[in-house]
């Protein structure tokens, strides 16, 4: 599978994310959330307490981006899921990072392999 390197104009609203709101991306392309399960991934992640004050303003902003659906799984319960655009987003960030990584055999190699790795 062949992945072209977007430029800058072409992956837009990626190049604007905090790196808090990448991971949410990340969170959510395994499957659709809901806030404190979101909230208890980012903990394990960074190691501390997330704020619901940080949470819940960073996924309405990513819902009002168009990279992340909510919906109501009940009265007091929210679901995030991730759009296509999201996904697009994932998508363009990874393949700059990459592009910038990747300058021998040996790093492709470690791309490679941590790849493989997820999949098994």
């Known amino acids: 599978m062949s992945v072209t390197v977007p430029d800058e104009e072409e992956s837009g609203i990626a190049y604007e994310l905090t790196a808090f709101q990448q991971r949410i991306l990340a969170i959510l392309s395994e499957e ?3 806030g404190l ?3 208890r ?3 394990e992640y960074d190691g501390s307490d997330v704020n619901h004050g940080r949470l819940y303003p960073n ?3 990513l ?3 168009g990279l992340v659906e909510k919906s109501e799984l009940d009265k ?3 679901e995030y899921a991730l759009t296509e655009a999201g996904h697009d987003a ?7 990072v990459f592009s910038r990584f990747v300058t021998s ?3 492709a190699a470690e791309i490679h392999d941590l790849v493989s790795a997820t999949q098994q």
């Open 32 to 34: 659709a959330r809901y």
């Open 37 to 39: 399960a979101i909230k």
């Open 41 to 43: 991934e980012l903990e």
């Open 59 to 61: 996924l309405d902003d």
């Open 63 to 65: 819902v009002e981006m």
């Open 76 to 78: 007091r319960t929210n």
């Open 90 to 96: 994932i998508v363009n960030q990874l393949s700059w």
């Open 105 to 107: 055999e040996s790093r």
